[in-house]
């Protein structure tokens, strides 16, 4: 991995006062040498301006949150990480690099969850360049580098839970936590991404559905299990009812029931409470018997 070395170079503006001055004097030496018919004075003159057309080329602005990595004669000299107006060598190559924070909205990836259902899934990545040196030498495209291991870690994201939990709870799941799955997303994609000089900032899923071939089958799965649980809280407490209904009558003396009087009214009572539509009440003119 190569190490980055933060420097500042020399003032720009101290050498364009220097790269004025030498095209000042070489035009000024043309001149006189021209009217006083001297070539050696003309070209000298003119050797002054080559050599200020040449020293302009290493003039090079670092805007906020900018960086330039140098590189001389094909060697790694370092990085200006600091925003101003600088000069260096004119054989000095400068690779400028942004040190903003940037998104990756990733593109829909369907593959199999850990229960080998398919599913649909993306993420949103939040990141920034921290090494400009391993960004721009230790990698072939940074950019591309990240966009790559950022599908590569979804999918195994995605093969390594189950859409939802299973009916004990006790398992994770991409849809029960996605705290949990968010905050292993951005831990193995900062270990994937520390190699580029990239620092994961956030990742989180941007989507998540069951693919569309099981999406029917599996809401009504859901829709089962929903209803499941309803009719089981609505039968828990229709016998909460019951007993206290019993308990009250037989408090207050209103009525002394005997155990088959008992579990006719216990039947009543629960297909009037647990039924879908509302009880049509029948008088009985007889006896029970």
């Known amino acids: 991995?190569?190490?980055?070395?933060?420097?500042?170079?020399?003032?720009?503006?101290?050498?364009?006062?220097?790269?004025?001055?030498?095209?000042?004097?070489?035009?000024?030496?043309?001149i006189s040498g021209a009217n006083v018919e001297a070539g050696l004075t003309v070209i000298l003159g003119v050797l002054l301006i080559?050599?200020?057309?040449?020293?302009?080329?290493?003039?090079?602005?670092?805007?906020?949150n900018q960086a330039a990595g140098l590189v001389f004669f094909g060697k790694y000299v370092g990085s200006v990480k600091t925003n101003g107006f600088y000069w260096v060598n004119p054989f000095t190559v400068r690779k400028k690099i942004s040190l903003r924070a940037r998104n990756l909205n990733g593109d829909k990836l369907k593959v199999n969850d850990r229960s080998?259902?398919?599913?649909?899934?993306?993420?949103?990545?939040?990141w920034e360049v921290r090494n400009t040196a391993e960004a721009l030498f230790d990698v072939d495209d940074f950019?591309?580098?990240v966009t790559t291991q950022s599908e590569s870690a979804v999918r195994h994201l995605a093969t390594s839970y189950a859409y939802d939990s299973d009916d004990t709870g006790d398992e994770p799941s991409l849809r029960g936590d996605i705290d949990r799955v968010s905050?292993?997303?951005?831990?193995?994609?900062?270990?994937?991404?520390?190699?580029?000089g990239v620092r994961v900032i956030e990742a989180r899923l941007s989507h998540l559905a069951?693919?569309?071939?099981?999406?029917?089958?599996?809401?009504?799965?859901?829709q089962a299990?929903?209803?499941?649980?309803?009719?089981?809280?609505?039968?828990?407490?229709a016998v909460g009812m019951v007993e206290d209904?019993?308990?009250?009558?037989?408090?207050?003396?209103?009525?002394?029931?005997?155990?088959?009087?008992?579990?006719?009214?216990v039947s009543n009572l629960l297909v009037v409470l647990c039924g879908h539509h509302d009880a049509q009440p029948v008088l009985n003119a007889g006896s029970l018997y």
């Open 1 to 30: 991995m190569t190490k980055e070395i933060v420097r500042k170079p020399a003032s720009g503006g101290m050498m364009l006062v220097v790269d004025v001055l030498l095209f000042l004097g070489g035009l000024s030496l043309v």
């Open 50 to 64: 080559l050599l200020g057309v040449f020293t302009a080329i290493g003039f090079f602005v670092v805007a906020p």
């Open 116 to 126: 080998g259902n398919p599913i649909e899934i993306a993420a949103v990545l939040v």
């Open 143 to 145: 950019e591309g580098y």
């Open 183 to 196: 905050e292993q997303l951005e831990k193995e994609l900062q270990e994937r991404l520390q190699r580029a």
């Open 210 to 222: 069951y693919s569309p071939e099981i999406a029917g089958a599996m809401l009504q799965r859901q």
């Open 225 to 237: 299990d929903a209803i499941i649980a309803a009719r089981a809280k609505i039968v828990d407490g």
């Open 245 to 265: 209904a019993l308990r009250h009558l037989a408090e207050r003396g209103v009525v002394d029931l005997d155990p088959e009087r008992k579990a006719n009214m």
